[in-house]
């Protein structure tokens, strides 16, 4: 007997899925602005003249590189809770996505940093500007420009990365698929439905995220050739 398809059995959870949608969203942009934080203290960390500190560095971007993120997430949830620290589902999703993220970041960002040309940091140190100053002012705006493609494309792996938050039980889009095809029982079209979702919100944030970056950083660009 042939599957028919029944999409219209899915507009009554329309609502649901447009929740599930923007909390999605909503914990990308929060670990993207958090995460791209740590990137940067990370990048400068590893620079650092205290061996101590980019040991420190770099045991963390090992150690997150290394490890699958629903296990980093269910550390942080189930994890911590044993050694007294309890945090909401919300909180424990965005922690691990933002240190996820953020060690990646790290060695994005210090990719770019290394690219940057000595003789920058020469005519930086010329004007008397500080080693503080000269990574805020001169480096750090150049290598972000260098890397922004690569960091837009981890953004986006973090957003689709998001959707094991549902084990957690955060109410995003995938969690609402398992919620609605759990009562419609039609899980190829509700399924199929988050798929073109997820598809459809990649391209955009990634369009999005390439125009905020000719935007932010073609001066920078146009400097450092």
Do not use: C
Request: glycine share 10%.
């Amino acid at each position: 007997m042939a599957y028919e398809l029944q999409f219209g059995d899915l507009g009554e959870y329309a609502g649901m899925f447009a929740s599930g949608a923007a909390t999605t969203l909503g914990l990308t942009a929060v670990s993207t602005a958090l995460g791209i934080a740590v990137g940067v203290l990370g990048a400068a960390g590893s620079g650092s003249r205290h061996g101590w500190l980019r040991k420190l560095v770099g045991g963390y971007v090992e150690a997150i590189r290394n490890t699958p993120f629903i296990v980093q997430l269910f550390f942080v949830f189930f994890g911590l809770p044993a050694l007294g620290v309890h945090m909401g589902e919300f909180t424990a999703a965005i922690l691990a996505m933002t240190l996820n993220l953020g060690a990646y970041s790290v060695e994005i960002i210090r990719a770019g940093i290394a690219a940057v040309p000595k003789g920058h940091h020469e005519a930086a140190a010329s004007l008397a500007m500080s080693r503080a100053q000269t990574f805020r002012h001169v480096v750090l705006p150049q290598a972000l420009a260098k890397v922004f493609p690569a960091l837009s494309s981890q953004i986006v792996i973090t957003m689709l990365g998001s959707a094991v938050v549902s084990q957690i039980s955060v109410p995003d889009l995938t969690y609402a698929a398992s919620y609605i095809q759990s009562r419609n029982f039609r899980a190829f079209e509700t399924y199929f439905l988050i798929t073109a979702s997820y598809l459809v919100m990649a391209i955009v944030l990634r369009a999005l995220l390439n125009a905020a970056g000719k935007r932010l950083f073609s001066r920078n660009l146009r400097g450092a050739r």
